[in-house]
């Protein structure tokens, strides 16, 4: 089943058990965009996010697979029409609504640049951050995903970002957990566009992390997979 979407834009949210964000972030988001759609995709929670997401006006598609990967493809499929741009953050409250009118009008100005990605590695970004395990892992990712993918991004996971609908329209990711984002950025690499970073800062998440350090082997997995189909796909 899929639904009918008037709007230009398309605010995606994966939730699982974000009670406590994903209130916050809708009321952020529909301060700063006009009339938008939000769907949020629900990894069936068993705590309140449904109820806020539904009185914040928010669509809400329940998930049938598991993981974050999953649910974006789902929630892909599940829009109809053709909205210009879908964009992505965290339920978690930790990116600011604010930077994505920069980032719309990036994508408006210029139509080499397929996605704008909010980079949380920038001069904000506190010494203490740096020395954080997963700072130290998303570097590792970065120069991986640079090297084996071509994918030049100083914040190659971070969940805001803005995509053209038509890059994303008939894409059916692989991705099942927190690997989509790495499968995004080839995705938009492979499709010949761009893709531009701004820097953003990065709150304290509202809830419990979901994101381990053991998830790291599935993005290397991930970029990996997605170099060795690249090769195939060129005779390489």
Do not use: C
Not at 35 to 49: F, H
Request: net charge neutral; proline share 4%; aromatic share 10%.
């Amino acid at each position: 089943m899929q639904t009918s979407i008037s709007s230009s834009i398309v605010v995606l949210i994966a939730a699982f058990n974000e009670e406590e964000g994903i209130g916050p972030t809708i009321a952020e988001f529909k301060e700063v965009l006009q009339d938008p759609t939000y769907l949020i995709v629900d990894g069936t929670s068993n705590d309140k996010t449904v109820e806020i997401a539904k009185e914040l006006g928010a669509e809400i598609l329940f998930q049938k697979g598991r993981g974050k990967g999953n649910a974006i493809s789902e929630g892909l499929s599940f829009i109809d029409g053709y909205p210009r741009y879908v964009v992505f953050t965290d339920a978690d409250f930790t990116y600011p609504a604010k930077y994505v009118l920069e980032m719309i009008r990036i994508l408006n100005e210029n139509p080499r640049v397929g996605m704008v990605t909010g980079n949380r590695f920038n001069q904000s970004l506190n010494s203490s951050a740096m020395k954080n395990p997963f700072y130290a892992g998303n570097r590792l990712i970065a120069f991986t995903q640079r090297v084996l993918n071509g994918v030049d991004l100083e914040d190659p996971l971070t969940g805001l970002r803005v995509i053209r609908w038509e890059i994303l329209k008939g894409w059916k990711p692989t991705s099942q957990g927190f690997d989509i984002e790495a499968e995004m950025n080839h995705r938009v690499e492979h499709a010949g566009y761009q893709t531009i970073e701004i820097p953003v800062q990065y709150r304290a998440r509202l809830g419990e992390k979901k994101l381990k350090l053991r998830h790291g082997f599935t993005i290397f997995r991930r970029i990996i997979t997605e170099s060795v189909r690249s090769n195939f796909a060129h005779g390489r």
